[in-house]
């Protein structure tokens, strides 16, 4: 079955960086479009970044310039490198399969909080 594995959450200081992954299985991962969303206590989940199948980019505009997507078809992993974070990116980050059927997939969730 499909199963998308989020992990590299935790607390960090306003101003430093983490980087999360997460790990695919149970489809064919180069052929699908991955994304990393986020969901704050009491916000809507948002768009943080995306990369396709080809490996252009795309990044939510609250991120654009501190965060970085990618991906490394070889070992079926898809990371987002954050850095300069701020109190406002505390939020659950989500990982997001689009597979070749059009199927959307999920994984668990890894918090992310930055305070002092």
């Known amino acids: 079955q499909v199963q998308l594995v989020e992990s590299g959450g935790g607390l960090v200081q306003p101003g430093g960086f983490l980087r999360l992954s997460c790990a695919a299985s149970?489809?064919?991962?180069?052929?699908?479009?991955m994304n990393w969303y986020r969901q704050a206590p009491g916000k809507e989940r948002e768009l943080v970044a995306g990369i396709s199948t080809s490996g252009l980019t795309n990044y939510g505009d609250s991120v654009k310039g501190r965060f970085s997507i990618s991906r490394d078809n070889s070992k079926n992993t898809v990371s987002l490198q954050m850095n300069s974070l701020t109190p406002e990116d505390t939020a659950v980050y989500y990982c997001?399969?689009?597979?070749?059927?059009?199927?959307?997939?999920w994984g668990q969730g890894t918090q992310v909080t930055v305070s002092s």
């Open positions: 149970g489809f064919t991962f180069r052929r699908a479009a």
């Open positions: 997001k399969a689009i597979t070749s059927l059009g199927n959307h997939y």
